[in-house]
């Protein structure tokens, strides 16, 4: 079986995306992992860094893919292309693993996303969208403000929580400038925060939760998970920060963790796999920020972890998603069978 391992290929450094450019390049990690399990499941695979569409398209002509990895997070250096590179495997007819186009738009737009887990009655915190940086402030301090369609923690620093007008506008003008989309402005939740990991279709099923330890950032920190904590190794925050898999907390909790994830997975329709990250605050209130539905799959990053406390090898768990996408695609033709196997047997 051809197995086509396709990922974003970062953009050519520029002064402008250095820095954001090293969570885009942590793809190769998640590249490498995958394309090592599938040479020891006995699968031929090649990768593709997607950046050129016209030879890309060449590219897959030749070699004829069972079956497409979708490691894409965007293309050209824009996280908006990702539901668009999805949207070329669903087009060509490949069967493919992971979130569908229509998740990850819904997913990367956190307002819509937020709108709907509204509608649903998921927990989510209070929010306002900035357009401009005048605009009237309707929220009661301290409030995060983020960028609405970006991920990996992009635009999300020690500044971004804020106290006071002053700092909100700083950090509003700053985000609308950097990423020229709304920015998003929300209630922030002060207390602990977890990743759950979710794997599987009809029915899904929680693989691990973990947590985010703050208790070792200086006090006058925001306990947060910010860019430099998620992905700059040398910075203080970086070690300040470490996940525990699986987080210590009590069968309630955990229960409204994993029945929230899996509101959010069924809210957003999600396929295979995905990542929730929540906060629950001092009275033990549960708040969803986001669905991640390409959640970092590289060896030594969470969702790996999350497998390995569930005892699921990783190889196992990439011989059952691209299992699943085949299946997927031979299951088509006929309505009567629309809905995916399930994960069951992992
Ligand atoms: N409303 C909030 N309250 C408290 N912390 C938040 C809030 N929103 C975001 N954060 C912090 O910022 C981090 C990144 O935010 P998130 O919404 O998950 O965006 P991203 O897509 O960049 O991961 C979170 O992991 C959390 O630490
Ligand atoms: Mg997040």
Not at 50 to 64: A, G, P, S, T, W
Not at 140 to 162: H, M, N
Not at 209 to 229: G, K, N
Request: proline content about 6%; glycine content about 4%.
């Amino acid at each position: 079986m051809k197995v086509l391992i396709a990922f974003n290929q970062p953009a050519e450094e520029t002064p402008e995306n250095e820095l954001d450019r090293i969570s885009e390049t942590a793809v190769e990690n998640q590249v490498d992992a995958v394309m090592r399990s599938v040479r020891d499941l006995g699968y031929e695979p090649i990768c593709l860094g997607v950046k050129n569409l016209e030879i890309d398209l060449e590219m897959i002509e030749q070699f004829r893919p069972d079956v497409v990895f979708n490691l894409c997070e965007g293309y050209r250096g824009s996280a908006r292309h990702e539901m668009h590179v999805a949207s070329i495997w669903e087009l060509l007819g490949l069967p493919y693993t992971g979130n569908t186009p229509l998740t990850l738009g819904l997913a990367q737009d956190k307002v819509l996303s937020k709108q709907l887990f509204r509608a649903l009655s998921v927990p989510t915190p209070d929010f306002q969208v900035f357009t401009e940086v005048e605009q009237k402030f309707e929220l009661d301090f301290p409030v995060i403000a983020k960028p609405s369609r970006e991920d990996a923690s992009l635009g999300i620093t020690a500044t971004s929580v804020v106290n006071d007008e002053i700092g909100l506008r700083r950090a509003v003008a700053d985000l609308l400038k950097r990423y020229r989309q709304p920015v998003l402005v929300e209630s922030f939740i002060d207390g602990r925060e977890f990743n759950v990991s979710l794997l599987g279709n009809q029915p899904a099923r929680v693989v691990a939760v973990a947590e985010i330890q703050f208790t070792d950032l200086p006090a006058d920190q925001p306990r947060i998970t910010s860019y430099e904590a998620k992905w700059l190794p040398d910075h203080p925050a970086y070690r300040q920060t470490p996940s525990i898999c699986p987080a210590k907390i009590d069968a309630a909790l955990r229960s409204r963790l994993d029945e929230t994830a899996l509101q959010v997975y069924s809210a957003l329709h999600g396929r295979d796999y995905g990542r929730v990250d929540m906060r629950v605050d001092h009275s033990g209130k549960v708040f969803v920020l986001e669905y991640n539905p390409n959640p970092d799959i590289s060896a030594d990053a969470g969702f790996a972890r999350a497998l390995h406390a569930a005892g699921i090898k990783y190889s196992q768990f990439v011989s059952t998603i691209i299992e699943q996408a085949i299946a997927r695609k031979n299951n088509d033709s006929n309505p009567k069978n629309a809905a995916s196997r399930s994960f069951s047997n992992l």
